[in-house]
């Protein structure tokens, strides 16, 4: 009917065409039951209506409000190597969304190249998966990706993003605006993180800052990070420093939740992105694909064509029609709040040692 990129420009309002104002409506009558069904499923959790299962290791969840990209995979690999670091072992355990049957998904194949030492279990039993990982992996800790709605499966610290460029999904739940719930859900986070926070001003990260604070639960802790452009990747692992295309024509494209998040990330690397292309989500890249990238990119003169690394563990290739291919490689940089997140971490590392004793 229409991409995803289409329904972003609908349901922000920056479309004002008849056909966008005709969806937008729609959208709105359909919002009011989706949303009452979300409080209504939360309202049970609460009461404890529905079973809530536990697993024999501490579990930590991140996840988001709205839809679309906010930065977890960065947050994922950040909290994995905190407690990798202090000789805890960790798995990741996610529901598998948008993998090809048998095969792993991006944001895993993507995780496992960054973290070699951390096993991730795909499964939409999360459960059964959590238990698997405890049971044959000695996992100490387990790190739900993507997991605040999934709330059949009892977690001891739950992290919720906030993207700042889009921190209440266009102020409306499904399929108005991009929120998975009401934002009166983020009072079940016990920690909610601002990232992109540097692509916003200050006044307006003071305006989130207030908006959170009504939200959230009083003991919730605020922290802010940032995703910093730390180099270059090639398919075939070849590293180079990002001041390679700074200066340089770079045809950017990507398959990812808000993509406009890393076009903003791509224009600070100095370079001048010149051509610009938006995927689905997830988008299985197909040799169709690749051969319509190189057609795009040709009369483009680019001295590079830039992605995600989330787009390069499927493309598989260090070149589209002759024209270098390179991933952004990107690592969580925290501006506020790191020692609170700290603290917290620290909360289930006594957790791991008090079931070692």
Not at 37 to 65: H, L, Q, T, Y
Not at 180 to 189: D, K
Request: hydrophobic share 45%.
């Amino acid at each position: 009917m229409f991409s995803a990129a289409d329904f972003r420009e609908i349901v922000s309002g920056r479309r004002l065409d008849l056909v966008a104002v005709f969806w937008r409506g729609l959208f709105w009558i359909a919002e009011a039951p989706y949303s009452l069904a979300m409080r209504a499923r939360n309202a049970c959790f609460d009461r404890e209506w529905f079973a809530v299962a536990k697993v024999e290791a501490p579990v930590i969840s991140i996840g988001n409000i709205t839809l679309g990209g906010t930065g977890k995979t960065p947050l994922v690999e950040w909290i994995a190597r905190w407690f990798r670091r202090k000789q805890v072992r960790v798995a990741v355990v996610s529901r598998g969304y948008g993998a090809e049957a048998g095969a792993s998904n991006d944001e895993a194949r993507q995780l496992e190249q960054r973290l070699p030492d951390v096993p991730h279990l795909e499964d939409p039993d999360r459960h059964a998966a959590a238990t698997l990982a405890i049971d044959e992996l000695a996992t100490q800790v387990v790190l739900l990706d993507d997991a605040f709605q999934h709330r059949q499966l009892h977690r001891n610290l739950d992290i919720v993003l906030l993207d700042a460029t889009d921190p209440f999904g266009c102020d409306h739940v499904f399929p108005r605006g991009l929120l998975r719930e009401p934002l009166a859900g983020l009072a079940r986070a016990d920690a909610i993180i601002l990232s992109r926070a540097d692509l916003v001003d200050d006044p307006r990260r003071e305006e989130i800052r207030r908006a959170i604070a009504y939200y959230a639960a009083p003991q919730a802790i605020l922290a802010e990070a940032v995703h910093r452009p730390k180099g270059l990747l090639s398919a075939s692992g070849l590293r180079r420093e990002i001041a390679l295309i700074a200066g340089k024509k770079v045809a950017g494209f990507c398959g990812l939740g808000n993509p406009e998040a890393f076009r903003r990330t791509l224009e600070s690397c100095g370079c001048e992105v010149v051509g610009w292309r938006e995927f689905p989500d997830h988008h299985a890249y197909s040799r169709g694909d690749v051969e319509e990238l190189a057609r795009w990119a040709a009369p483009l003169n680019a001295d590079a064509m830039i992605c995600t690394h989330k787009d390069l563990v499927k493309l598989e290739t260090d070149t589209i029609g002759g024209t270098p291919l390179w991933a952004v490689s990107i690592e969580l940089e925290f501006t506020h709040g790191e020692e609170k997140l700290d603290a917290k971490l620290r909360e289930i590392l006594q957790l791991v040692k008090r079931d070692e004793e």
